[in-house]
T-cell receptor
Framework: EAGVTQFPSHSVIEKGQTVTLRCDPI?????LYWYRRVMGKEIKFLLH????????ESGMPNNRFLAERTGGTYSTLKVQPAELEDSGVYFC?????????????FGPGTRLTVL | AQSVTQLGSHVSVSEGALVLLRCNYS??????LFWYVQYPNQGLQLLLK??????LVKGINGFEAEFKKSETSFHLTKPSAHMSDAAEYFC?????????????FGKGTKLTVNP
């Protein structure tokens, strides 16, 4: 069974540009999460999809970030325009059900560098 | 809101020595607790989780953790370190809000294993 995949693995962009990150969850997983780790800090929750609906987007930093999950399959996270403080590693995770006993499976992350 | 504190951002042990990675949590409700590991250039992998069953939880690769409510701790241990254990380890607590679950992570501990 394929795990959670993320694309690209690395992205280097200039301040003010736009970047789109993609996440493909494990097949059949209705729940998809985005997290971010800024250098030296903890991994922080950004948002949670259940199928194509945003269940919780309380962690989104500001309106420069837009997440979508059309059709309830893969998800994209767009940053527009990117700022220096957006640099970090963006992780995607998926789970089958929303339950603390269920496991969130993480992808390898996308390392974003904004110059 | 829940929080997690990992004592020691870097821990170094000799091969064959005991591994002890510390995690303390703050939670207003009985917590669900997790340890994840990130090997170089890989995603986060679940090592083990506590979901209010046995307080001593066994995970993969010989790791285990003990939930101690009186100490609000969930320390990770392994009796004998292997070189392959070198990685970054993250403790997390599950937080529920508005029908959504998210993981709240500590800052991580990098484990170095010396030959």
């Amino acid at each position: 069974e394929a795990g959670v995949t993320q694309f690209p693995s690395h992205s280097v962009i200039e301040k003010g540009q736009t970047v789109t990150l993609r996440c493909d969850p494990i097949s059949g997983h209705d729940n998809l999460y985005w997290y971010r780790r800024v250098m030296g800090k903890e991994i922080k929750f950004l948002l949670h999809f259940v199928k194509e609906s945003k269940q919780d987007e309380s962690g989104m930093p500001n309106n420069r970030f837009l997440a979508e999950r059309t059709g309830g399959t893969y998800s994209t996270l767009k940053v527009q325009p990117a700022e220096l403080e957006d640099s970090g590693v963006y992780f995607c995770a998926s789970s089958q059900v929303v339950a603390a006993t269920d496991t969130q499976y993480f992808g390898p992350g996308t390392r974003l560098t904004v110059l | 809101a829940q929080s997690v504190t990992q004592l020691g951002s870097h821990v170094s042990v000799s091969e064959g020595a005991l591994v002890l990675l510390r995690c303390n949590y703050s939670s207003s409700v009985p917590p669900y607790l997790f340890w994840y590991v990130q090997y170089p250039n890989q995603g986060l992998q679940l090592l083990l989780k506590y979901t209010s069953a046995a307080t001593l939880v066994k995970g993969i690769n010989g790791f285990e953790a003990e939930f101690k409510k009186s100490e609000t701790s969930f320390h990770l241990t392994k009796p004998s370190a292997h070189m392959s254990d070198a990685a970054e380890y993250f403790c997390a607590v599950s937080e529920w809000q508005g029908g959504s679950e998210k993981l709240v992570f500590g800052k991580g501990t990098k484990l170095t294993v010396n030959p």
